[in-house]
C-alpha cells in the first residue's frame, strides 16, 4: 500500500522521497522548510516518523506516531529536514519510548538517541541517498541490538495484511475465526503494536487508498471512488474523508490542483 502525505508533498520546500529497500522502512524524504504562505498538515497514515532538523550548528530530532486526525506539523525556519516513515507497525523506537507515548503528538528526543554521532555525520553528509544508507545501517543496528523474541509478531502481521487485502473491511471476528485467538487478544496484539486499535487502522488504510485514487485517477466518480476505496458508499466515505483532511473530497481536489 502506498502511504500519502499529500500535503508535506504539496507545501514543503523543495520536497523529495525515495522508497526504502527495507522491511521496516516505507521511506525517506527531504524538505527545506515550511512556506510562509501555506502551512504543513499531517494526515493520518499509520506511521511513525523519525526526523531530523538540521541547522548550521545543531541538529534537533523528532519522533512522531501517525496523527488521528488531520494536525499541523510545525517545522523551524532555515533547517534542511530529512525524515524516515517506518512501515505502520514496524518502527524502531529508542529505548524507554513506547508505541504509546507518540501517538497523535510529536517528542523531541537526543540527535544522538539511535547512535553517538548520527548528528554529526548528518551534517557532513549532503545526499539524500547518502544519508538514507547512513540511517539505514543506524536502524538496522538499533534493530538487532533491540531484538527480542515477541509472540505477538506473527499475528500483528497477519492482522494487518488481511485489512490491507479486504481494503480495510475485515472483521475482528473473521480475524479471530481464521487464528484461533480471541477477538480481545487480536485487538490487544495489535495495539501493542501500532498504538490504535485495528478498526482505527481500518479507517486509515481505506483513507489512504482514497488518497492514492484520487491521485491516479482524477476523473473518477465519487460513488466509484467509494468502493475502490472500501467503503459502504459514497456518504461513508466523505465523512471519513473530511474528518482526516478537513475537507470534503471536491474541496480537497481542488486545493491540490491549485499550484
Given at each position: ?86 512501515q505502520p507497525g ?26 553517538a554521532d548520527i ?133 480537497y481536489q481542488r ?5
Amino acid at each position: 500500500m502506498n502511504l500519502l502525505q499529500p500535503y508535506v508533498q504539496k507545501n514543503a520546500k523543495g520536497y523529495q522521497s525515495m522508497r526504502a529497500k527495507s522491511s521496516h522502512i516505507f521511506e525517506y524524504y527531504a524538505f527545506e522548510e515550511e512556506p510562509a504562505a501555506q502551512p504543513i498538515n499531517a494526515v493520518p497514515d499509520g506511521c511513525v516518523d523519525l526526523l531530523y532538523a538540521i541547522g548550521e550548528n545543531d541538529v534537533h530530532c523528532f519522533l512522531g506516531g501517525t496523527v488521528l486526525k488531520m494536525k499541523y506539523w510545525p517545522f523551524e525556519k532555515n533547517r534542511m529536514y530529512f525524515g524516515i516513515r517506518f512501515q505502520p507497525g514496524q518502527c524502531i523506537l529508542p529505548k524507554g519510548i513506547s508505541i504509546g507515548d507518540i501517538i497523535n503528538t510529536d517528542i523531541e528526543i537526543p540527535s544522538t538517541a539511535y547512535g553517538a554521532d548520527i548528528d554529526e555525520q548528518l551534517s557532513h553528509t549532503e545526499s539524500m541517498k547518502e544519508r538514507a544508507a547512513m540511517i539505514h545501517k543506524v536502524l538496522a543496528d538499533a534493530r538487532q541490538s533491540q531484538s527480542s523474541p515477541n509472540s505477538k509478531e506473527g499475528i500483528e502481521a497477519y492482522i494487518r495484511n488481511r485489512i490491507y487485502e479486504t481494503k480495510g473491511t475485515v472483521s475482528i471476528k473473521e480475524i479471530s475465526q481464521d487464528t484461533g485467538y480471541s477477538e480481545c487478544y487480536v485487538r490487544r496484539a495489535f495495539h501493542e503494536m501500532h498504538g490504535i486499535s485495528p478498526k482505527t487502522f481500518e479507517k486509515i488504510v481505506r483513507f489512504q487508498n482514497t488518497l492514492e485514487e484520487m491521485a491516479l485517477h482524477k476523473d473518477m466518480a465519487f460513488y466509484d471512488m467509494a468502493q475502490e476505496s472500501g467503503y459502504y458508499d459514497q456518504s461513508h466515505m466523505v465523512k471519513e474523508f473530511k474528518s482526516f483532511t478537513g475537507l470534503t473530497p471536491e474541496n480537497y481536489q481542488r486545493y491540490m490542483a491549485n499550484v
